[in-house]
């Protein structure tokens, strides 16, 4: 009797001692997402990729965000979301600078920290870029430059003079007009203007640019809301085909505008993908996997992450994408 006990206890440790070891690789964790806006249809979009992540996964992975725009309001939400017992956390800042104090509280607790559009923030494990952002800039450019007959006065718009990816692609695209066309002019007066990533005051700024500066030909637009705005602004100024925009855009707000002609294309990378990214780039960390160039995270446009020149914390992808005429209807977000 007492052989068969010993032999049931030994079989149900054993079992026991399987099922951990099978379950060790397989560690499920709580993963919040703050996005700059919890309305804006861009990162509405970045949602879908989140809770399809979580879908696929089976880690809780969410998204949380502050209702618009705005530091302050997107430190509060970090600082709830901390006290809830997060294993990862991944941020799209608003201002980098703001979120140092909080992020710098969030790996006091231990809590893997991943950003997005990102690069200056010193608080975070990573900073995950879908791409290099002065190639994205002077990619902007080149077409623009294009449009342009690369020649004439352009200026470059920006959602906040503090937002590091969106100055990051305008510096890049100055850097571009400045080794490759010399004929291009950057509007000394206002080179860099603000449309607080809103549609109505990119339209409102483009107007205002138009009549101010009759010399202006080109707008450089970064916020996703700049390029269907300012092409709002050309069409009811009567200046189609005289006056251009460059940048990125949301297909559903640019539709119209791509279709005739006002916008011949724009630029932009999914953020649905990029939530995903993130949520697996935090899942790496968490699991101790090297984080090496070449670096796959199962994820479009992210199979083979390259370190920044000089960096060992800003990795990019190769995530951007072109729309136009013919590509736009593929899209609805």
């Not at 571009?176 to 409102?204: F, I, M």
């Amino acid at each position: 009797m007492r052989k068969l006990l010993a032999s049931f206890v030994a079989t149900v440790l054993l079992a026991a001692a399987v099922a951990l070891s099978a379950g060790a690789g397989e560690k499920k964790y709580k993963i919040a997402v703050v996005p700059k806006d919890s309305t804006n249809a861009w990162f509405v979009h970045m949602e879908k990729g989140v809770r399809k992540y979580a879908n696929d996964t089976g880690h809780n992975a969410f998204q949380k965000g502050p209702a618009k725009t705005d530091a302050a309001q997107q430190v509060q939400v970090i600082q709830d979301l901390i006290s809830q017992d997060i294993d990862a956390l991944c941020v799209v800042p608003v201002d980098p600078a703001a979120l140092e104090p909080v992020l710098a509280e969030a790996m006091e607790k231990k809590i893997v920290v991943i950003c997005h559009e990102g690069s200056p923030v010193e608080n975070c494990d990573y900073d995950l870029e879908a791409f290099n952002n002065a190639d994205y800039g002077a990619f902007i450019m080149d077409n623009l430059a294009k449009a342009m007959g690369e020649k004439g006065v352009y200026t470059t718009m920006v959602a906040h003079v503090t937002n590091a990816s969106h100055n990051e692609w305008a510096d890049g695209a100055v850097a571009r007009a400045k080794a490759a066309y010399p004929n291009l002019t950057l509007l000394a007066a206002e080179p860099r203007v603000e449309s607080e990533d809103n549609s109505e005051r990119s339209y409102e700024k483009a107007k205002e640019l138009f009549k101010k500066y009759p010399e202006l030909k080109g707008i450089v637009g970064t916020s996703s809301k700049d390029a269907p705005g300012v092409a709002r602004a050309i069409e009811e100024l009567g200046l189609k085909d005289k006056v251009f925009v460059s940048g990125t855009g949301m297909p559903n707000e640019s539709r119209r505008f791509v279709k005739d002609g006002t916008l011949s294309y724009i630029t932009l990378w999914d953020s649905s993908l990029a939530g995903a990214a993130m949520c697996a780039l935090a899942v790496d960390v968490l699991n101790g996997v090297k984080i090496v160039d070449g670096l796959d995270l199962g994820v479009e446009g992210y199979h083979k992450l390259m370190f920044a020149p000089g960096s060992d914390k800003v990795l990019l992808g190769s995530g951007w994408i072109v729309i136009d005429a013919k590509t736009i209807d593929d899209y609805d977000f």
